[in-house]
């Protein structure tokens, strides 16, 4: 488990014990057996999924009647709580007459929910999110993250997607093919892929998540943006480049093949691409660098702090 993870699972286990110690006399607690049970529910026709608690969720995709079929020990089946708001279906466990619940022992809840068409997956707690069968869609698509819990999924189709991640939490997808790919990162959680098909990038790291997409093939231009710690690397091919390093975070692009390449350095952070056409430099600072691969026509903007790898 990262560093990053354990603290984060530090903080809320502390704020969790505070919390217990306040509203113990209100609280119903209730220890997890070791046997196990299912429960299967009906559920709407639902286009998103919401994981509120420490529960995993696991989507397939296949057509039909949508239901959700819920995997726990069979004292705490009971209290696992479905519920769809609109076109949602929001997962948590439910408290009993106004008192609080807690769960103790070492036991896991999953549920499995099975639809035809669902494109919206966010986790605000420390569940997981699995894609099992992957998604194919003609939709857009999005993924968001606000807490430590992940998202995985290996095959994407759709049209547009969206990815979030506002804390801890990671999002993890392979074999993707969008219209446009926007990925933006406000902590420390990360985003990886090996493989991105796509018609235009749009990339952030506004904190200390990485991002890291293995083979990026993006038939218009692309745009990466480090602003704090988190560095981006990338490899594959693109049409026109803009990278804009702000802070600590690296951008290693280098082996990103492009027509044209902008770059913007403001800090340490350095800027590592690789050009065919025209390269523009800015750079604000004594300390950042830029460095280049391939043979660029013409280099604006000075050779000061700019290097051939």
Known sequence: ???????????AFALLVLTA?????????????RSYATREVKISNVSGVCCNTAIDIVYVQQSGNPYACIKAPSNVLPYVKLECRGNCLNVSYENTANRNLTL????TCTVYVYAPEV???????????ELKNGL????????????????????????NLEVKVNSAGDVELDRVSCSQLRVLLNSAGDFSSDNVTCSEARLKANSAGDMDIRQLNCRGDLDALANSSGHIKLAGTCGDARYQANSTGDIKAEKMKTRNASVWVCSIGNVYCNTSGRLKVS???????????????????????????
């Open 119 to 129: 494109t919206s997956f966010t986790v605000n707690s420390a569940g997981d999110i």
């Open 283 to 309: 750079r604000n600072t004594s300390i950042g660098m830029v460095y280049y691969k391939g043979m660029p026509t013409q280099i604006q903007g000075g050779y000061e702090g700019v290097k051939n790898l």
């Open 1 to 11: 488990m990262k560093i990053k993870h354990l603290i984060f699972c530090f903080s």
């Open 136 to 159: 194919h869609t003609n939709r857009d698509v999005s993924f968001k993250v606000q807490s430590a819990g992940d998202i995985s999924c290996d095959k994407v189709k759709c049209r």
């Open 104 to 107: 103790n022992g070492d036991f």
């Open 21 to 33: 110690s306040a509203c113990r006399s209100d609280a119903k607690v209730v220890k997890a057996s």
